[in-house]
């Protein structure tokens, strides 16, 4: 079974540090372009990062470029979200999917695998 499951949420303050880890099974992420979206409350879901296969390359949505940073650890068949400077907006359920191609795109129906998600609340 082809699956993959997010793991990391939590309530932090504004200003702190989460990672976010996806994790594969049935499969090898680092075959496959791998995106991070978030969905807040009455809000539609957002591609906020994704990273391809084979060399690597990511890209960010401007509300967060500069403090989040998408990488692979391929030993651990895992893509990982590190968020930094976080902010109340970026409060919402985060989810990992894998794409079925190599790259990315903004076409969200080329992600094929998706988590069930993870809560990231930002709040004092």
């Known amino acids: 079974q082809l699956q993959v499951v997010e793991s990391g949420g939590g309530l932090v303050q504004p200003g702190g540090s989460l990672r976010l880890s996806c994790a594969a099974s049935?499969?090898?992420?680092?075959?496959?372009?791998v995106g991070w979206f978030r969905q807040a409350p009455g809000k539609e879901r957002e591609k906020i990062s994704c990273?391809?296969?084979?060399?690597?390359?990511?890209n960010y949505a401007d509300s967060v470029k500069g403090r989040f940073t998408i990488s692979r650890n391929n030993a651990k068949n895992t893509v990982d979200l590190q968020m930094n400077n976080l902010k109340t907006e970026d409060t919402a359920v985060y989810f990992c999917?894998?794409?079925?191609?190599?790259?990315?795109?903004?076409?969200?129906?080329?992600?094929?695998?998706w988590g069930r998600g993870t809560q990231v609340t930002v709040s004092s």
């Open positions: 999917a894998a794409s079925r191609f190599l790259y990315c795109s903004e076409r969200r129906s080329d992600f094929d695998t």
């Open positions: 049935g499969f090898e992420l680092r075959n496959y372009a």
């Open positions: 990273i391809a296969s084979r060399g690597g390359t990511t």
